[in-house]
């Protein structure tokens, strides 16, 4: 999978994967969706924003946790 809109500089926000070399990081606008933040929220949050940016950020989140597999508390039922 392609990523035009992701970068990572090692001198940049200490190597974590950012928006268009902005010091925005994906974690950061996952974790404002996931906080029930919309769109236009995040885009008035950080006016340098595009939506692309953010539907960019939710993909490659996606493809990480595919790429790894995260400890989760196994429930019994």
Same mark, same amino acid.
């Given at each position: 999978?392609?990523?035009? +809109? ?9 190597? $974590? ?5 902005? +010091? ?7 974790? $404002?969706?996931?906080?029930? $933040? ?5 885009? =008035? ?13 939710? +993909? ?7 790429? +790894? ?7 019994? =039922?």
């Amino acid at each position: 999978m392609k990523f035009s +809109r992701i970068t990572v500089n090692p001198y940049q926000m200490n190597g $974590m994967p950012c928006i268009r070399g902005l +010091r925005i990081p994906v974690a950061t606008i996952v974790a $404002m969706m996931a906080e029930g $933040m919309n769109d236009t929220e995040i885009l =008035a949050a950080y006016p340098d924003l595009e939506k692309g940016d953010i539907v960019e950020s939710l +993909r490659y989140a996606a493809e990480a946790l595919r790429e +790894r597999e995260l400890p989760l508390l196994v429930m019994q =039922a």
